[in-house]
Every structure is written in structure tokens, then in C-alpha cells.
């Protein structure tokens, strides 16, 4: 009757404070010595019996690299809430893995057409691939160079194996 409810911002703090400590495998005194304050205050954060100010909650949020909204959200509203931000970066995990899904499902396709000897099949769906990574001509000519450096770089390989294969056949004469 006389405790604080749980959907109380002090307690969703606590709990969130707790679960997320817990989660980076600290104690509360590593916490407390984190903050410059006693173990017990951290305890009461904890249970929403204290509530800290907000230069505290600044520095428990930089003590356990979180956001403040990371702090004072229901664990399903935190879930949506990172879900969607990082949903909105320009670089997501679901971004990846459409672009592996759709990349290796083109080298599956590039596959079934080498293994069925149909050559020009397989380079149409490989040159979607290259399509996909050099959208600019700066790429293709980054490819390019790439590719004259690999053909060097092999074709100096080979002459080094060349000229010591001639001197061991040498040496045995």
C-alpha cells in the first residue's frame, strides 16, 4: 500500500538501472564507486525508493553507456523503442541481412547456371553482384585496378616460382 508502483518512472529507472548493471556484470558498489556515492544509495535507486536528480542519472547513464530514455522506459516500450532507432540508421542489421539474403541468392542462381554449363547465365547474375557494389564508375574503376593488381601480382608469383624452379634444375646439373 505504502510502496511505489511499478510503472512509476522512479521504479522503471531502478529496475531498468538494475537489470543493465546486471547485464554489464557489475556490483552495485562498482556502480557506487563509478558514481563517487555509497553502495546504498545505489540500492535505493534501485527499488525506487530514492529518486536521483538528473545530474546522477547523467552520470549512471555515462557509468553504463546507455541513453537517459534507455533508463526510464518499460523493457517492451525499450525493445521498440532501440528496435526502431536502429531501424533508422542508415546501416542496420536488417539492412545486412537483406543485402547478404539478396546478393547470395544471385550466387546461388550464378551456381546452378555454372553447374549446368550455361556460362552466360552465370555471368548475367554475376554481373548483377558487381552491379550492386560498383554503382559509380569510381568503383569499376576501383575494380579495375584491383583486378590489373591481382593479374600482377599473380603473374609476378609465377615468375618468381619460374626463375627458382631454373636455378634448382641448375644446381642439380
Not at 10 to 15: A, F, N, Q
Not at 33 to 57: C, H
Not at 64 to 73: R, S
Not at 137 to 166: P, S
Request: proline fraction near 3%.
Amino acid at each position: 500500500m505504502f510502496g511505489k508502483k511499478p510503472d512509476q518512472i522512479e521504479t522503471k529507472i531502478g529496475l531498468n538501472i538494475k537489470r543493465i548493471r546486471k547485464a554489464q556484470g557489475l556490483t552495485q558498489k562498482d556502480l557506487a564507486d563509478e558514481l563517487g556515492i555509497i553502495e546504498q544509495t545505489v540500492s535505493k535507486i534501485e527499488r525506487g525508493v530514492f529518486t536521483p536528480s538528473a545530474d546522477t542519472i547523467m552520470q549512471v547513464c555515462d557509468a553504463l553507456n546507455v541513453t537517459p530514455n534507455e533508463l526510464m522506459l518499460d523493457n517492451p516500450e525499450l525493445q521498440k523503442w532501440q528496435s526502431e532507432r536502429l531501424e533508422h540508421q542508415e546501416h542496420s542489421v536488417n539492412g545486412l541481412v537483406e543485402d547478404i539474403t539478396m546478393v547470395q541468392q544471385l550466387f546461388a542462381k550464378a551456381d546452378i547456371a555454372r553447374d549446368t554449363k550455361d556460362p552466360d547465365t552465370e555471368k548475367a547474375y554475376l554481373d548483377q553482384i558487381i552491379q550492386i557494389y560498383a554503382w559509380q564508375n569510381k568503383d569499376i574503376r576501383e575494380i579495375a585496378e584491383w583486378l590489373n593488381r591481382r593479374h600482377l601480382n599473380d603473374y609476378l608469383q609465377n615468375m618468381q616460382m619460374e626463375v627458382r624452379q631454373a636455378l634448382i634444375t641448375n644446381q642439380n646439373h
